[in-house]
Nanobody, 127 residues
Framework: QVRLEESGGGLVQAGDSLRLSCTVS????????MGWFRQAPGKGRQFIAA????????YYAHSVKGRFSISRDNAKSTVYLQMSSLKPEDTAAYYC?????WGWGTRMMRSDEYDYWGQGTQVTVSS
């Protein structure tokens, strides 16, 4: 059974940092590209960042570029999202997603490219 489990969310103040983790089980993690998305109440799911199977390529949403960093540890089957200089508008449920591919391209910013999703972890940034 494939499982993606996010952790690391919480309540922080504006300007703080937070690191999210997503551990994958039930599949060969090193074959997967991984993505992070978020969804705020009343809004659609928004792309945040993506990383290729070997960590060699990344994409970021414009709104988080320079503040967030995605990375992965294939030995631990875990992808990370390091978030810094957090803003109240970063408040959302954050989801990780996986897709089996060795390819890459701007399609990795699309939520419908991903086959598996975690349950999400809440990040709340107070002003």
């Amino acid at each position: 059974q494939v499982r993606l489990e996010e952790s690391g969310g919480g309540l922080v103040q504006a300007g703080d940092s937070l690191r999210l983790s997503c551990t994958v089980s039930g599949r060969t993690f090193s074959n997967d590209a991984m993505g992070w998305f978020r969804q705020a109440p009343g809004k659609g799911r928004q792309f945040i960042a993506a990383i290729s199977w070997n960590g060699g390529s990344t994409y970021y949403a414009h709104s988080v570029k320079g503040r967030f960093s995605i990375s992965r540890d294939n030995a631990k089957s875990t992808v990370y999202l390091q978030m810094s200089s957090l803003k109240p508008e970063d408040t959302a449920a954050y989801y990780c997603a996986a897709v089996r591919t060795w390819g890459w391209g701007t399609r990795m910013m699309r939520s419908d490219e991903y086959d598996y999703w975690g349950q999400g972890t809440q990040v709340t940034v107070s002003s």
